[in-house]
Structure formats: structure tokens, C-alpha cells
């Protein structure tokens, strides 16, 4: 439903853009094609349609299972290309769903803290986005989110894509569990440094 997603992308723009503002940076860095795998860290609700705004190619995203749940709300998400995840348990079919979606040359956005945090204060990253990376050969594209004074009415949200990491760049060394994890602090540690240079927010990167 490509269509669908297009029209809920374009419909949402100016009831969001009342509520805030809204800055772009690294347009520059976003490939003309998909296949690739976006991480981002989580504040907001929001975080989800403000990525997507200036990228072409079909956003899938993994969102919690109880989302889809609400007839209306699952309604909408399963028509964006979301598909739900359940937290905690290891959901191999997420994962099986993931991969396809980058498969076909669909972007997959994902949220590597699997939850959102405080403005400013950004969680550990799991491992989900290396597994799907490793599975799938697909490339990653750091990002990351800040709302200055927090969300609120007429704050500004910043959005900043980061440069393209290529598979081989990330996937170096012995292979296992100990390759998964350098992966996952070689692309947060970008994500990471995104919100450093632009608003002084540092964080464990372990």
C-alpha cells in the first residue's frame, strides 16, 4: 500500500507542522534507493512520520505488537508498512518480516533503544538492527532526533541523517555474537556522535 503511506505522509504535514517546527539536515546523505536500514533514537511518538517526510523510497517500521491490536490505530500502521514486534521475547517472525522489507527494496526504520527515552538522554541500543543488517547484507543509515525544550507546542525538531555505513564496514573480524555487538557500537557510536556535535549530549556507548 505504498499509495497509503505516500498520502498519510503528505496528510499529516501541516497539522504537525502547527504543532512544531521542523529542520532537516544531512538531506544529502539519503540514498536515491532503498534497501537499506534506517537507526534512529526514540524521544517521541512522532520520530517515525518526521524521518520519513523527506525520503522517497517506502518506510517500514517494527512497532510494538499492542499497537496493532487497536482496530483503527493497527489499521493504519499495517497500512505505512508497519509490522508488529513483541518486545522482549526474541520474535523471530519480526525479524523474518524485516528482512523481506529490505529485501524487496523497501528502507527499514528502526528504533535500536526499543522504546522511547527523555529528550536528551539516549538508552542502550539492542541488537536488532545488526541481526537484520547481518541477515539481510543491507547497509546502515545512522540518524538521530532532538527536540529543543523537549516536545512541546511550537518547540523545534531537528532531524539529522548521518552518512551511509556499508555492510563490510560493519561487519569486520570474527564472526558471532561478539561481531553482532561491535556492529550495533560502530553504528550507535554514529548515531551518538550526531546529537554530540550538534547539542553536547554524550552517552554511554557500551
Not at 69 to 77: A, E, F, K, S
Amino acid at each position: 500500500m505504498h499509495w497509503f503511506h505516500t498520502f498519510v505522509k503528505y496528510i499529516t504535514r501541516p497539522f504537525i507542522l502547527v504543532w512544531i517546527r521542523v529542520r532537516f539536515h544531512g538531506c544529502e546523505n539519503l540514498p536515491k534507493k532503498g534497501g537499506y536500514i534506517i537507526a534512529c533514537n526514540h524521544n517521541s511518538n512522532m520520530d517515525p512520520i518526521l524521518l520519513t517526510w523527506p525520503i522517497r523510497p517506502m518506510v517500514c517500521y517494527m512497532g510494538k505488537e499492542q499497537l496493532f491490536r487497536i482496530p483503527l490505530l493497527g489499521w493504519i500502521c499495517r497500512g505505512v508498512g508497519g509490522f508488529p514486534v513483541q518486545r522482549g521475547t526474541g520474535d523471530t517472525s519480526a525479524i523474518d518480516t524485516a528482512k523481506a522489507q529490505v529485501e524487496k527494496g523497501h528502507i527499514l526504520g528502526m528504533f535500536p533503544e526499543g522504546t522511547r527515552h527523555p529528550v536528551g538522554e539516549p538508552g542502550r541500543p539492542k541488537s536488532g538492527v545488526a541481526l537484520v543488517a547481518k541477515a539481510t547484507g543491507a547497509d546502515v543509515l545512522p540518524c538521530a532526533i532532538y527536540y529543543t525544550k523537549g516536545l512541546h507546542f511550537r518547540s523545534c525538531a531537528s532531524v539529522y541523517y548521518g552518512k551511509l555505513i556499508r555492510n563490510d564496514e560493519l561487519f569486520t573480524g570474527e564472526e558471532g555474537p561478539r561481531q553482532i555487538k561491535q556492529a550495533t557500537k560502530k553504528f550507535w557510536a554514529a548515531t551518538l556522535q550526531l546529537l554530540e556535535e550538534k547539542h553536547g549530549i554524550s552517552s554511554d556507548r557500551s
